[in-house]
T-cell receptor, first 118, second 113 residues
Framework: GAVVSQHPSWVICKSGTSVKIECRSL??????MFWYRQFPKQSLMLMAT?????????EQGVEKDKFLINHASLTLSTLTVTSAHPEDSSFYIC??????????????FGPGTRLLVL | GQNIDQPTEMTATEGAIVQINCTYQ??????LFWYQQHAGEAPTFLSY????GLEEKGRFSSFLSRSKGYSYLLLKELQMKDSASYLC??????????????FGTGTLLAVQP
């Protein structure tokens, strides 16, 4: 139980293009999902909290117009990196919290998406 | 402010026991988590403490003291595959907002033969 998937696992794109990353909770419903970014040898930095049916809450310093988040259903959240630039190259990880209570307050992470912008 | 401290690196021997400490100062507290992260992979859940005391799960145990803002992760009978980064994370309540996880920088554990 408590499986979270992410797609794609790897993406290489040209500077200026947009990239969409999907995060799915496979065996539970998640009204809340989280998007993190991790640079090499650094810890996870929370980018935004994705709320089903409402707007995402962004952390300070994260541009909401650049990192578009949509949480259209209880099992799917998407992160779109718009007009990507080389400095956006990073490891993007989503997590989901089971709201049914089966797994308590635990956040379960997807496998991550490695983005390389050329 | 929010602050979570843990050692940057540790080295231990296969078969031994290692304790990874974590101290925290957060505006709220709704539980402390330990995650394991192998290089290039996403974190995997190890343990969750919300009350004081020791939680044991196989070779892994986690301890919490809320009054001291302190936790540790204890790994017994170390195996080579335990070489990874161990992340301490606190779930904090801020003004009723969704419980966000605040991560420490992680402790890179190297298990040697």
């Amino acid at each position: 139980g408590a499986v979270v998937s992410q797609h794609p696992s790897w993406v290489i794109c040209k500077s200026g293009t947009s990239v969409k990353i999907e995060c799915r909770s496979l065996d539970f419903q998640a009204t809340t999902m989280f998007w993190y970014r991790q640079f090499p040898k650094q810890s996870l930095m929370l980018m935004a909290t994705s709320n089903e049916g409402s707007k995402a809450t962004y952390e300070q310093g994260v541009e909401k117009d650049k990192f578009l988040i949509n949480h259209a259903s209880l099992t799917l959240s998407t992160l779109t990196v718009t007009s990507a630039h080389p400095e956006d190259s990073s490891f993007y990880i989503c997590s989901a919290r089971d709201t049914s209570g089966r797994f308590g307050e635990t956040q379960y992470f997807g496998p991550g998406t490695r983005l390389l912008v050329l | 402010g929010q602050n979570i401290d843990q050692p940057t690196e540790m080295t231990a021997t296969e078969g031994a026991i290692v304790q990874i400490n974590c101290t925290y100062q957060t505006s709220g507290f709704n539980g402390l988590f330990w995650y394991q992260q192998h290089a290039g992979e996403a974190p995997t859940f190890l343990s969750y403490n919300v009350l004081d005391g020791l939680e044991e799960k196989g070779r892994f145990s986690s301890f919490l003291s809320r009054s001291k803002g302190y936790s540790y992760l204890l790994l017994k009978e170390l195996q080579m595959k335990d070489s990874a980064s161990y992340l301490c994370a606190v779930s904090g309540l801020k003004g009723g907002a969704t419980n966000k996880l605040i991560f420490g920088t992680g402790t890179l554990l190297a298990v040697q033969p």
